[in-house]
């Protein structure tokens, strides 16, 4: 396998020196809880408020789009809710368990195996081939890719019409191909929750029709909760229930339009 080194890459946390498992609640009501989040960041002399109050709850299976202007915070709260950033104020819970409480080795094993994450960027390793890059998940749990991830990034690949491309490096790709290999390595661990932030925003017309349609079919049939980022209303209209984050504020949901 190609070179990787040590560290936390978007998506996947490369740990490989403790064996120790993450002990999750499972059998949580809800995969994701938010309370009363809030998040500032530092501007000059004062403090700019980017999250205000947010509560959300999605149990199994659930899938969601959250629009917004660029700078409305999206990819924020994406984050905290992932366990990429923490919040100033309030409560993020994956599965039950309470994101605030995990030191950072132990969150990079949550992000590992309990979520994927597909950016705007595809972050694929340009060294990798595409079976390479898709196995990358696999390795960062266990220091060795065992036969049941192969067997999935098998599976997964010839879902989404890659079969045939396992050996092709990601420029030798299309940037809707890039994509789908982005998908199939957020989805290779079998996480409960996929976060997706703006995944169709450096894609053509066809190609980000193909990845919209893709995701909302792999949520149905797989069973991960889905949480989507967009500015993109045909997207939104996919994925069927939407909020509006608009100035920091998650307004209640509603059925796209």
């Known amino acids: 396998m190609c070179a990787i080194r040590r560290g936390i890459w978007p998506g996947c946390a490369l740990i490989f020196d403790d064996e120790e498992k993450v002990k999750l609640v ?21 403090a700019a408020a980017v999250l205000k109050d947010v509560d959300l709850r999605m149990r199994a299976g659930e899938a969601l789009a959250i629009m917004g202007p660029s700078g409305s915070g999206k990819t924020t709260l994406l984050n905290i809710i992932g366990g990429l950033d923490r919040a100033d104020g309030g409560r993020a819970l994956l599965e039950g368990r309470d994101l605030a409480g995990l030191n950072e080795d132990e969150l990079a094993k949550v992000r590992n195996r309990r979520i994927g994450f597909v950016f705007q960027s595809h972050h ?24 049941g991830t192969e067997i999935r990034a098998k599976e997964l690949l010839e879902r989404v019409g890659l079969s045939e491309r396992l050996e092709h490096f990601p420029g030798q790709l299309s940037g809707g191909e890039r994509q789908r290999v982005a998908v199939v390595r957020a989805l290779v661990n079998q996480p409960g929750l996929l976060l997706a932030d703006e995944p169709t925003g450096a894609l053509d017309q066809g190609a980000a029709e193909k990845l919209a349609e893709l995701l909302v079919e792999l949520n149905r049939e797989r069973r991960v909760t889905l949480i989507v980022a967009t500015h993109w209303s045909a997207l939104a209209q996919r994925v069927g229930q939407v909020r509006q984050l608009r100035e920091g504020v998650l307004g209640g949901q509603e059925a796209a339009s």
């Open 26 to 46: 499972t059998q949580a009501a809800f995969i994701v809880e938010l309370e009363h989040i809030s998040k500032s960041y530092e501007q000059g002399q004062r």
């Open 124 to 147: 694929l390793l340009p060294q990798c081939t595409v079976w390479e890059n898709v196995l990358v998940p696999g390795l960062a749990q266990q220091g060795r890719v065992d036969r």
